[in-house]
């Protein structure tokens, strides 16, 4: 099998912000350009480098139908076309695939997946019928929305959740339990000043204006997370009545951007920042589960990535999860026989936010880092998606310095 390669280093993110935060003047593709341009001008990294490109974004933008291409030009690569791919929260592990296989096929030798979305300030979409009752057409928020309703299962993200937390019996108190030690592991990324999310993040981060023309504001981090506390959490109700999702138990919607370089062994050893550090991406997984139970959806997902890699979860060394509810890492640790209280550290979309394309891709990335921090091995990232569905993916590292 072709060993696939991502040069360390060669990868990057924005901070995520907030909805209706310091990024939601900025149309998205556009804005991850400009991140691009500026990180790989900070990585000594030359856009002709790439012969082929990947584009996860969810929320449409103005004149978005042109997608990769558009994006690739504005970077300064007008040689490299591809595809732009929406598969909802599983965009960032899914553009990775995508330019995993195109390396393995022969087809390219150095791809860039990049994610991409905002979901502030939505579109808001018509969408006309002229045999319809004196013509008016039907019409939708694409963010709210779809949020609140899958049109398949016929109820909301919410709801499939507090559907796992039945069927399994997972409590207000246990979520509560799980949500503090998830805000713990990102103050370890906040530590030293940041040192953790400036191995891969540009802080302070210049936050430009509409026309990209000058700068407007500053972010030191991601923008827009409260603190969390027992003694607050305690004092919140259920969102639906009767539940046991609180607001404390669920991730938030966010703008932001991400991209990873994806290679051969060979190129990544010529692009990495250190090129003593290996990272091979070795198989990824798919997943669909019962209609409304979005929440399992990772368990056979990474089942079959860690199959595809022969590996077990005794061999992992790291686990990342997109979790849009914490019911999601209960699940997924009393499915596998592993401490939840182990998962996610330096930080996870619960805490950091959700802006969609781009959430899996950032978590990938710092599991990367965290694998080398530890000096190397197997991580496994899991992330549910609209549907009822998931990916996961299995990444190595090997440190020989």
Same mark, same amino acid.
């Not at 290996?278 to 368990?299: H, N, T, W």
């Given at each position: 099998?072709?060993?696939? %390669?991502?040069?360390?280093?060669? @990868?990057? &993110?924005?901070?995520?912000? $907030?909805?209706?935060?310091?990024?939601?003047?900025?149309? &998205?593709?556009?804005? %991850?350009?400009?991140?691009? $341009?500026?990180?790989?001008?900070?990585?000594?990294?030359?856009?002709?480098?790439?012969?082929?490109?990947?584009?996860?974004?969810?929320?449409?933008?103005? +004149?978005?139908?042109?997608?990769?291409?558009?994006?690739?030009?504005?970077?300064?690569?007008?040689?490299?076309?591809?595809?732009?791919? +929406?598969?909802?929260?599983? /965009?960032?592990?899914?553009?990775?695939?995508?330019?995993?296989?195109?390396? !393995?096929?022969?087809?390219? #030798?150095?791809?860039?997946?990049?994610?991409?979305? =905002?979901?502030?300030?939505?579109?808001? *979409? @018509?969408?006309?019928?002229?045999?319809?009752?004196?013509?008016?057409?039907?019409?939708?928020?694409?963010?709210?929305?779809?949020?609140?309703?899958?049109?398949?299962?016929?109820?909301?993200?919410?709801?499939?959740?507090?559907?796992? !937390?039945?069927?399994?019996?997972?409590?207000? &108190?246990?979520?509560?339990?799980?949500?503090?030690? =998830? @805000?713990?592991?990102?103050?370890?990324?906040?530590?030293?000043?940041?040192?953790?999310? $400036?191995?891969?993040?540009?802080?302070?981060?210049?936050?430009?204006? %509409?026309?990209?023309?000058?700068?407007?504001?500053?972010?030191?981090?991601?923008?827009?997370? #409260?603190?969390?506390?027992?003694?607050? *959490?305690?004092?919140?109700?259920?969102?639906?009545?009767?539940?046991?999702?609180?607001? !404390?138990?669920?991730?938030?919607?966010?703008?932001?951007?991400?991209?990873?370089?994806?290679?051969?062994?060979?190129?990544?050893?010529?692009?990495?920042?250190?090129?003593?550090?290996?990272?091979?991406?070795?198989?990824?997984?798919?997943?669909?589960?019962?209609?409304?139970?979005?929440?399992?959806?990772?368990?056979?997902?990474?089942?079959?990535?860690?199959?595809?890699?022969?590996?077990?979860?005794?061999?992992?060394?790291?686990?990342? /999860?997109?979790?849009?509810?914490?019911?999601?890492?209960?699940?997924?640790?009393?499915?596998?026989?592993?401490?939840?209280?182990?998962?996610? +550290?330096?930080?996870? /979309?619960?805490?950091?936010?959700?802006?969609?394309?781009?959430?899996?891709?950032?978590?990938?990335?710092?599991?990367?880092?965290?694998?080398?921090?530890?000096?190397?091995?197997?991580?496994?990232?899991?992330?549910?998606?609209?549907?009822?569905?998931?990916? %996961?993916?299995?990444?190595?590292?090997?440190? !020989?310095?």
């Amino acid at each position: 099998m072709t060993e696939i %390669a991502i040069p360390y280093g060669a @990868y990057w &993110s924005s901070p995520f912000a $907030k909805w209706q935060g310091k990024l939601a003047h900025l149309h &998205s593709l556009k804005f %991850a350009a400009e991140v691009g $341009k500026r990180s790989l001008r900070a990585r000594n990294l030359s856009p002709e480098i790439f012969d082929f490109g990947v584009l996860g974004m969810t929320v449409p933008q103005k +004149n978005s139908f042109y997608g990769l291409p558009w994006l690739m030009g504005e970077m300064g690569a007008e040689h490299v076309g591809g595809p732009t791919v +929406n598969q909802a929260c599983a /965009s960032g592990a899914r553009i990775l695939d995508l330019a995993a296989s195109e390396i !393995a096929a022969g087809r390219s #030798q150095v791809a860039l997946a990049v994610a991409t979305d =905002r979901t502030s300030n939505g579109p808001h *979409m @018509y969408y006309p019928a002229p045999n319809g009752p004196g013509g008016t057409g039907e019409h939708e928020d694409w963010v709210l929305d779809n949020f609140s309703h899958d049109p398949f299962a016929g109820l909301g993200m919410l709801q499939t959740a507090e559907n796992v !937390a039945k069927r399994h019996n997972v409590s207000t &108190s246990e979520q509560h339990e799980v949500v503090l030690r =998830r @805000y713990q592991q990102y103050g370890d990324a906040l530590a030293n000043d940041s040192a953790f999310l $400036k191995r891969f993040m540009e802080l302070p981060f210049a936050v430009p204006d %509409a026309r990209f023309a000058k700068t407007i504001g500053e972010m030191t981090g991601d923008e827009g997370i #409260q603190a969390a506390s027992a003694e607050r *959490m305690a004092g919140l109700k259920p969102v639906v009545a009767g539940g046991t999702v609180t607001f !404390a138990g669920q991730t938030h919607p966010a703008d932001g951007t991400a991209a990873a370089v994806v290679t051969t062994p060979d190129r990544a050893r010529e692009l990495s920042a250190d090129p003593k550090i290996k990272i091979l991406i070795r198989s990824f997984g798919q997943s669909r589960v019962d209609k409304g139970y979005m929440p399992e959806a990772p368990v056979p997902a990474a089942r079959t990535a860690l199959a595809n890699a022969g590996l077990t979860i005794a061999d992992i060394t790291a686990i990342k /999860s997109h979790n849009p509810f914490i019911v999601n890492d209960i699940v997924f640790a009393r499915s596998f026989g592993i401490d939840v209280m182990t998962m996610n +550290n330096y930080g996870c /979309s619960l805490v950091w936010g959700h802006p969609q394309g781009p959430t899996g891709l950032r978590a990938i990335i710092e599991l990367i880092e965290e694998l080398v921090s530890r000096g190397g091995g197997h991580g496994l990232f899991q992330g549910c998606a609209a549907g009822d569905s998931a990916m %996961a993916a299995v990444i190595s590292v090997e440190d !020989a310095r």
